[in-house]
């Protein structure tokens, strides 16, 4: 119960207090920059023009300083911490980025498994979600299907990875001793159809894929809801008139449907691409980058707080990252100004 209280009491004290913000500056702005006025009443200087220059500003405040504290201040630090020793305490250059890109062979190996995980896992969410979209909206169950898909979003990635673990799990049986019962999903459906099981997670170089599929899994359903959306803004006019015409149905995706959501389409692959760079809890749920499934964000994790911990290069792996997010951010902002330019 005091936990409620006080949670309560943030709630209110913190609603209270952005209301009395907005008012008192609203009431401060409109007293130091009021209008001057003559003493028989008539308005002399309006100064309107100046107030609602500097009332927006004010609103959003608190907004630009909070991102400013707890977004733009740790990344400048985050770069500059590249450029110390473990301990920031000794100013060491390049020599972190020299470590990462000439010394270690684990780098790259995250760099390769990164690749790996842009090219497959934006491309397969977004082409299933299409799918699904499509065939979804031509069935009477079709939103209970969607529901269905969507469900895995509300699931955090730690969580998908206990439930996949389970998928994936193996019992080896020892030579020459009979196959033990599996409670592995993938595993009892081999061993109910006469194969081995396997210990999918460690197979080289597939275990990557299989990790693959868990945030695949996951972005299905976040690519379905935009995609379907887009696909209802379609004219029915336009896919009629195609298919009078004698376009054939796959014709009509392929060349009216696809064309006509494209800028859907940009914004889910984009979104993705920027969740991949990131990934980080599947692989250190599921692997904790052993069997050559290392990826940056789990390298990056492993020397800031694992090993007696190195600051520099935790902070060099976290600055490569977000350098590698940034192309893609200004590609996404540039296409949003060409499509308010065209509109």
Known sequence: M?????????????????????????????????????????????????????????????????????????????????????DFRQFVGISNYQWAFFEDAEFWQSIRNNILWLLFVPAASTALGLLIAVLADRVSWGNIAKSLIFMPMAISFIGASVIWKFVYDARLPNPGAPIPDQIGLLNAIVVALGGEPQAWITLQPWNNFYLMIILVWIQTGFAMVLLSAALRGVPDETLEAARIDGASEIQVFFRIMIPQIMGTIAVVMTTIFITVLKVFDIVLAMTNGQWETEVLANMMYDWMFRGGGDFGRGATL??????????????????????????
């Open 318 to 343: 976290a600055t490569i990252i977000m350098i590698a997010v940034i192309p893609i951010m200004i590609w996404n902002i540039k296409r949003f100004q060409d499509e308010e330019a065209n509109r």
């Open 2 to 86: 005091a936990q409620i209280f006080t949670a309560l009491a943030f709630i209110v004290g913190g609603v209270g207090a952005l209301i009395l913000y907005y008012y008192g500056t609203s009431w401060i702005i409109d007293t130091v920059f009021a209008d001057q006025v003559a003493p028989d009443g008539r308005v002399i200087g309006s100064r309107e023009k100046l107030r609602e220059s500097i009332r927006p500003w004010l609103f959003v405040g608190p907004a630009l300083l909070i991102l400013g504290v707890y977004l733009v201040f740790p990344a400048v630090l985050t770069i500059v911490s590249s450029f110390f020793d473990k």
